[in-house]
């Protein structure tokens, strides 16, 4: 949450990352998104509502995320929707999207 800390690559992938983790991740996101460039969530317990959470970041303007990797998680169209609303709020900087 430090906003001298500028972490471009964030992988995290199969790390059975809890809710609980999950929103204190996306806490710490939308304090600082700017740098952030790479994230990977993927193989991880991430239902709709954690996604719904990371959107959140994905919506802020600051954010210059390139490359989002959420494959083998658990949410549903509900959070898919909820993804291409994000993505159509900020489209400008994300290059490679990553649902499988």
């Known amino acids: 949450m430090n906003p001298q800390f500028k972490l471009e ?4 992938s199969d790390c059975s990352i809890t809710k609980k983790q999950s929103l ?4 710490a996101l939308k304090s600082n998104p700017s740098h952030l460039r790479e994230l ?4 991880n317990n991430l239902g ?3 996604v719904k959470h990371l959107c ?8 210059k995320l390139e490359r989002l990797r ?5 949410m549903t ?9 994000a993505l159509k709020s900020n489209p400008s900087h994300l290059r490679e999207l990553d649902l499988s």
């Open 9 to 12: 690559k964030l992988h995290l």
């Open 40 to 43: 990977d969530l993927s193989e």
């Open 77 to 85: 169209d509900e959070g898919c929707s909820d993804v291409t609303s």
């Open 48 to 50: 709709n509502t954690e």
């Open 56 to 63: 959140a970041v994905l919506k802020d303007s600051h954010c």
């Open 70 to 74: 959420l494959s083998y998680c658990d």
């Open 24 to 27: 204190i991740l996306t806490s």
